[in-house]
Each structure stands twice: as structure tokens, then as C-alpha cells.
């Protein structure tokens, strides 16, 4: 049984904001599961996004790692990192968002990573091709790296949305609405009894005046 709301007054004015209240958290609670529905149809399918883009940035890695490995043994490790030390690349980021659903999520753009051998900035004499590919991989995965952040923030603010909208949802169908129906029951079933209790004085002073009468 729903609690009371305390301290509400036993009116027919009471008994009417009662039952607007009543029929607007009714509405909000339907335009809440709508919203809630729609945001899990729109997470599962990022969450689909998330795999394919996992998947896609382990097998670049995966490549990455055996080219370096195969580099490493044609070159020596101390070469390759010595190599790797006048690569160096900048990485310019534009962040910038979208809506889903009134969510607010984030899109990270950057320009292409993967450059032409001449603009790594190691020569050619000491190297081979497989330093190149190592490169090139290595640049090609952290294009992946950057698509699987962008899309594993999105789905982790949907998942807090949509948390959020189903404790928002909870709340109404599970405390606010049957408290303020167990309310306005209370204040009709109050509203009887004193209707009851003026129609029993009512007939008493009638049977009195009558009595006086005679």
C-alpha cells in the first residue's frame, strides 16, 4: 500500500490538483519510457559500433606489433628505437559534438596519421622496407585508437542517460504515482465520510425540528 502524502488538506480542491497531478505524472511517465526505449535501441546499436571498431583496432595493432617485431629482428631493437625517436608526429584533435536523443556525445576528428616515407624523417640507407610498413601500421592504428575513444564516450554517456532516464521512470511508476493515487483515494474516501456524517446530522436536526413541530 502506497503511502500518504502528508499534510494535504481534505478538499474537493485538493481532490481535483490531486487528479491533475495525477494525470500529468502519468503522461511524464509515458513520454519518459518512450524516451528511455529509444535511448537503449540507439546505445545497443553504438555498442554494435564499439565492436566492430575494437575489432578493426586490435587487428591494425596486431599487424602493428609483428611488423615491429619483424623491424626489430632485420634492424636490432636499439636501431628501431633510435629510429623511433626522430618520427616524431603532432597530432592536431578537433573535438566537437552531436545530439542522440538530447545527448550530448562526442565527435573527435583528426587528420589523416599515416604519412609517406620521406616525411618520417629516417633515411633510407640504414632501413628497409619493413621499417615503413612498421610505420605506416603503427599510424594506421592509432587512427583506429582515436575512432574506438570517440565511440566508447558515446556510449558510456548514453549508458549514464539511460540509467538515469530508468530512475526517472521507477520513480514515477513505483513511488509518485501510487502515492498520489493512495492520496487522492484517501481525501474521496474522507470527502464520503463527511458527506455521510452531514446527511446523518442533517436527518437528526430534521427528526428534531419535526419533534418541536407537533
Keep these: ?50 565492436r566492430a571498431a575494437r575489432k578493426e583496432m586490435e587487428e591494425k595493432l596486431k599487424e ?45 576528428e583528426a587528420e589523416s596519421l599515416s604519412r609517406k616515407a620521406t616525411e618520417r624523417g629516417y633515411g633510407f640507407v640504414d632501413t628497409s622496407a619493413v621499417l615503413d610498413r612498421c610505420a605506416q601500421s603503427f599510424e594506421e592504428a592509432l587512427e583506429k585508437v582515436i575512432k574506438v575513444a570517440e565511440v566508447e564516450e558515446t556510449v558510456r554517456r548514453l549508458a549514464e542517460e539511460v540509467e538515469k532516464t530508468k530512475r526517472r521512470v521507477n520513480a514515477l511508476e513505483y513511488i509518485l504515482i501510487p502515492r498520489l493515487k493512495a492520496t487522492r483515494k484517501y481525501i474521496q474516501m474522507r ?19 419535526e419533534r418541536r413541530g407537533r
Design 191 to 209: 470527502l464520503d465520510e463527511m458527506e455521510r456524517e452531514n446527511f446523518i446530522r442533517l436527518k437528526k436536526i430534521k427528526a428534531i425540528l
Design 64 to 108: 602493428a606489433f609483428n611488423n615491429l617485431i619483424l623491424a626489430q629482428a632485420l634492424l636490432g631493437v636499439e636501431n628501431v628505437r633510435q629510429i623511433s625517436l626522430i618520427t616524431a608526429q603532432k597530432i592536431a584533435l578537433d573535438f566537437d559534438t552531436r545530439s542522440i536523443m538530447g545527448v550530448s556525445v562526442p565527435i573527435i
Design 1 to 50: 500500500m502506497a503511502e500518504v502524502i502528508e499534510g494535504v488538506s481534505p478538499t474537493r480542491m485538493e481532490l481535483l490538483k490531486l487528479t491533475r497531478r495525477v494525470k500529468l505524472a502519468e503522461k511524464g511517465h509515458d513520454l519518459l519510457k518512450e524516451k528511455r526505449d529509444a535511448l537503449i535501441a540507439e546505445f545497443l546499436d553504438v555498442v554494435s559500433e564499439v
